[in-house]
Structure formats: C-alpha cells, structure tokens
C-alpha cells in the first residue's frame, strides 16, 4: 500500500493505520454495553424467555440474579485491567504492533466463549478473555497512533480512539434493540469475534511504530517507515528533530537511533511502571493521568453506558432502549464534531469544559428522576453523553503520550489505564448497589456531581497544558534534563 503526499503529512495510509490501530478500542466500547440492551433476555426476566434448549444445544438464556448480572457484567474490567497491566511493559518491550496482534488473539477468543456459554462461569470466562484483550488495546492503540500522526494533528488522530469507542458502544446497542429477543443475544456477543479477526489481519501489514524503532536503535528502519506514513514528498527531518529534543535513546551494535543526541540526557533504557511512579521526575504525570482517568469513570458516564436501560425504565417504560440508541448516537456526534477542539483550544479547556458540564447534567438527571419528569431525565441524559464527548471522553487517552517522553510512556499509559478499568469495575459491580441503597430516584447523581467539582478544581490547578509542547520539559516548563 503506498501513501500520497500531502501538505499536512496526512495520506491515505496513515488513515488505514489508524483504523487498525482503533478496532481494539472499538471492541472496548462494543464489550462495555453489549449486555445492556438485552440484560432482560439474557438473564430470563422478559416474559415469554424460558431456558429451553434452542436448535444449538444452548439454553435460551441464563437465569441470574442481580449480583450474579452484576459479576458477569464487571468481570469484564477486571480482565481489562490486567491487559492493562500487561500491554504497557509488553509494548515497551516487544513493540506497539506485536502487542496489540497478541491483544487480537483475546478479542477472537472471547466473544466465541460468550457466544457459546451454557451458563454464568463460562459467560463470565468470555467477558473476562474479552477484557484481557481490550484492556491491552486501550492501552497501545493510543501510543501508536499518538507516534505515527503529525505532531501537528495528534490531537485530532487522539480523538479517533475515543470516536471509536463510541462507535462501539453505539453498534451493540442497535444490535440489542434489534435482537433483545429469543437466543438472538448470542448472536450480538458473537459479532464481536468478527472485528477481532478483521484487526489481526489488518495488523499483518501494520508496519512498527517509527519512534520505537528509533528507540531501540533501529534508525534507518524508522526513517522509512516514517517517510512512507508522511508519503515521499513530505521533508520528515523537524519530526526526527523533535524526537531528538524529546528524548535521547543510546547508539549501540551497526546502528546510531535518530534519537540520539550529545545535548540532551534523558535515560536511554526504558522505565518500568514502579521506576516511573517513584521517580519525581515522572511521578507528577502518573498522578495526572491517573487522575484524569479516575474522573472520567467516577463522574458516573458508565452508569448510562451500561445500565441505562434499565435505569430509565420506570420513567420511559417503553422508550428507554430507544433513548439509549439515541444517546450512543449524540456521543458518537459530538465525539467527531468536537475532534479538533484538542489542538485548537488545548487539552485542559476541553477537559475544564467538559467536566463542567457533565456535573451540571448529573443535577438536572437528579432533579428529573426526583420530579418524576420524563422530558428533563431524557435532555439530561443526552447533555450529559455529549458533555464527555467534549473532553472527559477523548483527552485522557492523550495526555500518556504527552506529559512523558518515549521511554516512559508505557509506564504511563498502563498505569491510567489500569486505574481506568478498576474504577470502570467498582461503577459497574457497585452502581446499581449503590442506587438501589440511596432509594434510587437518581440520587446517585448528586455523588458524581460532586466529584465532577472536584476533578475539575484538580485538573485547573495541576494538570498542564500539552498543546502544541514539542517536548516533556517545554509541557512541565522546566528543563529538559535528569540531574544526577
């Protein structure tokens, strides 16, 4: 596949990369709300479901209590957190591509396993198989596509994967609306098995991410593959220039990196989550990133995306699956529409923006449950979708790329991501507990208002700016250079 030059840097092959780069984060957003739509089927509570064998020798659904959903539903997250864990050493290591085609393997396997499960352990065994390989890919597809897009157009690419997480999300609920009936739920876990084989066969001709290479002193292989992604036309030398200032790698064996450079000593080896997170030169950016992953969970997004339908029964008895579509869609919207805010109006404005009005949604969804007003509760949902698609949803995937230099982003990206999917678990295992302990009636929206306040008075005074910062120490103003 060959690329075409254009002024920007962006060809058509950077657009093919991406889009490998972001079937895993859409696997992401199909797995977090396949169950939601169809939780009634699945688990025997619509009239009419009985658990008779179908013609393939599995029970027409699977009989589960609340708690028993609610495992099925979060172990999901506790898969994602060890793929979380494990993708950013591995990506550090082994590469960004030879990690996210072992991710691939998780995301064929599972949905089959959950397709195929005849009862609570084995769907909980898919869901968590599925985790694995979404945790992992969470984590890497935003690296990689953070390495292979202009420098100018990062924010931009950045969004992508958040846009596929959306699209994602957006599918399984169609799908759900659709096939909620019968063993036709099989069929939505099934579909999942399908995009997992279609990444590892998009990744065979996924090259290696330029800048890796550069750091593990492959320099002239980097320079290619970068001027191939930039098309021929394009002058790639201010990019290798930048690295430079970003970062040193060492020259060892036939080959000097194009990292290197007598100027700058930042350490040449790579840097493990636990070097990363005691050393006080990165340790500034663990706490943001972790921060910023813990506020887009905790300002209660997952609430809609996985019990929504459920949730709005009582006000929309019969119009809560079609609300739940139809903010799917709102996210998905505002996702692409909002892409370039990033790069225009920087990283912190959206993310100040968007909390701001996630906590004002979560009053107004609390005032709408209390006064019983189906209109209020409806706009309110959709405001709120919209207000994470501003910021809280894309920027967080960003800021690991570019609060740390190469040789630490791993370590970055897996701690947030880590965190990320734990605080994912205890919203999904403890919001409905919690819900139901408050009297329901949205009360619960009131806590994630709170903590919208707080993670927006957090993000105002700690978190930098990283628009249009060449490098870690032009992000943290400070110089650019270990002291021993």
Avoid at 252 to 261: A, I, Y
Avoid at 382 to 394: E, R, Y
Wanted: net charge neutral; with cysteine.
């Amino acid at each position: 596949m060959t690329s075409e030059s254009t002024s920007s840097g962006v060809t058509p092959y950077l657009i093919f990369l991406v889009f490998v780069a972001t079937l895993g984060p859409f696997q992401f957003g199909y797995h977090l709300a396949e169950l939601n739509a169809p939780q009634a089927v699945i688990t025997c509570e619509k009239e009419g479901i009985h658990t008779t064998t179908t013609s393939y020798g599995l029970p027409q659904c699977i009989p589960m209590n609340a708690s028993q959903f609610g495992l099925v539903s979060s172990i999901y997250t506790l898969g994602g957190f060890i793929g979380a864990l494990l993708a950013g050493p591995s990506a550090t290591k082994y590469g960004r591509r030879l990690s996210t085609q072992a991710a691939t393997i998780f995301l064929m396997l599972g949905p089959i396993v959950e397709a195929f499960a005849p009862g609570i352990p084995l769907l909980a065994l898919g869901r968590f198989v599925s985790g694995i390989g979404c945790g992992a890919a969470v984590v890497v597809g935003p690296i990689y596509i953070s390495e292979i897009a202009p420098p100018q157009s990062r924010g931009f690419f950045g969004v992508c994967t958040q846009v596929m997480v959306n699209v994602g999300i957006l599918v399984t609920q169609v799908l759900g609306y659709f096939w909620s009936h019968g063993s036709m739920w099989r069929w939505i876990l099934a579909a999942a098995s399908v995009v997992g084989l279609l990444g590892f066969l998009g990744l065979l001709i996924v090259p290696e991410s330029p800048i890796w290479l550069a750091e593990n002193n492959r320099g002239s292989q980097a320079r290619i593959i970068l001027q191939r992604i930039r098309g021929p036309g394009t002058d790639i030398e201010a990019e290798i220039e930048s690295w430079r200032n970003s970062n040193t790698a060492p020259t060892s064996g036939e080959e000097e990196s194009l990292l290197s450079s007598p100027s700058n000593d930042r350490p040449a080896t790579q840097v493990t989550m636990f070097q990363a997170v005691r050393d006080p030169y990165y340790r500034p950016a663990i706490i943001a990133v972790v921060a910023c992953m813990v506020a887009q969970q905790f300002t209660g997004i997952n609430s809609l995306v996985m019990y929504s339908v459920s949730l709005l029964q009582s006000l929309l008895p019969t119009g809560a699956a079609l609300l739940t579509i139809m903010m799917s869609v709102i996210n998905l919207i505002a996702t692409i529409v909002c892409m370039p805010l990033p790069d225009r109006i920087g990283r912190k404005t959206c993310l100040l923006l968007s909390i701001s009005g996630i906590g004002c949604s979560s009053v107004l969804l609390a005032f709408g449950f209390a006064l019983n007003q189906q209109i209020i509760s409806a706009i309110a949902a959709l405001l709120f979708v919209g207000c994470f698609a501003i910021g809280l949803g894309p920027v967080p995937f960003l800021l690991a790329a570019e609060l740390v230099g190469p040789e630490a982003v791993g370590a970055a990206q897996s701690w947030g991501q880590s965190t990320n999917w734990m605080a994912t678990f205890v919203v999904a295992q403890f919001f409905p507990v919690l819900n139901d302990a408050l009297g329901g009636q949205g009360k619960v929206y009131w806590i994630f208002a709170g903590i919208a306040a707080l993670s927006a008075a957090f993000i105002y005074h700690v978190l930098p700016e990283t628009k249009g910062k060449s490098n870690v120490g032009e992000v943290w103003g400070r110089v650019n250079r270990r002291q021993d």
